[in-house]
T-cell receptor, first 110, second 113 residues
Framework: GIQVEQSPPDLILQEGANSTLRCNFS?????LQWFHQNPWGQLINLFY???GTKQNGRLSATTVATERYSLLYISSSQTTDSGVYFC????????????FGTGTRLTIIP | GAGVSQSPSNKVTEKGKDVELRCDPI?????LYWYRQSLGQGLEFLIY????????KSGLPSDRFSAERTGGSVSTLTIQRTQQEDSAVYLC???????????FGAGSRLTVL
């Protein structure tokens, strides 16, 4: 199956800093999603981005499918950005067979 | 998450007991998924339901695990003869429309003593 690696595993930043989270995957994909899991465990979808670039407020994501990686950018970090960020990829356009990475744990210090 | 309700939120059980975990998505979403998240780990796919098709059970870790979906809506994940390694958060998700994203419930935290 597809292998998914996320880096860095842990990231501690001051409030206001910017960050870049990376997701590498081992095979071509037709589905790629970024999720944020808050400290209470709730998973929220951030982006559906199998290719290209999207932006939503302070967050943006870019997937370069031909080079098998995706980047999540967080600008002007806030304490509410803390949590674990997961990348999930799949070979199909649907959500079946999604493989999750082990995540990047982000801690924003006030 | 909005539209996906899971119960119980927490379950503590003794080794060897059976447990049932319930997921209630908004009706009309035909795709339903179960994942498992062990402490500090990513999500592990368990089973996938899509409409009236046979479920994809390829992620179930052993024959002690089973799941059903009644009436195309509510799903129950059953773990028989629980073991300590079954301790995890069990997450249910519904397949989205449009952007084809997953929407997760808040999860059921299972602790096997």
């Amino acid at each position: 199956g597809i292998q998914v690696e996320q880096s860095p595993p842990d990231l501690i930043l001051q409030e206001g800093a910017n960050s870049t989270l990376r997701c590498n995957f081992s095979d071509s994909v037709n589905n790629l999603q970024w999720f944020h899991q808050n400290p209470w465990g709730q998973l929220i979808n951030l982006f559906y981005i199998p290719s290209g670039t999207k932006q939503n407020g302070r967050l943006s994501a870019t997937t370069v499918a031909t080079e098998r990686y995706s980047l999540l950018y967080i600008s002007s970090s806030q304490t509410t950005d803390s949590g674990v960020y997961f990348c999930a990829v799949g070979p199909n356009f649907g959500n079946e067979k999604l493989t999750f990475g082990t995540g990047t744990r982000l801690t924003i210090i006030p | 998450g909005a539209g996906v309700s899971q119960s119980p939120s927490n379950k503590v059980t003794e080794k060897g007991k059976d447990v049932e975990l319930r997921c209630d998505p908004i009706s009309g979403h035909t795709a339903l998924y179960w994942y498992r998240q062990s402490l500090g780990q990513g999500l592990e796919f368990l089973i996938y339901f899509q409409g009236n098709s046979a479920p994809d059970k390829s992620g179930l870790p052993s024959d002690r695990f089973s799941a059903e979906r009644t009436g195309g809506s509510v799903s129950t994940l059953t773990i028989q003869r629980t073991q300590q390694e079954d301790s995890a958060v069990y997450l249910c998700a519904r397949g989205g429309t449009g952007a084809n994203v997953l929407t997760f419930g808040a999860g059921s935290r299972l602790t096997v003593l």
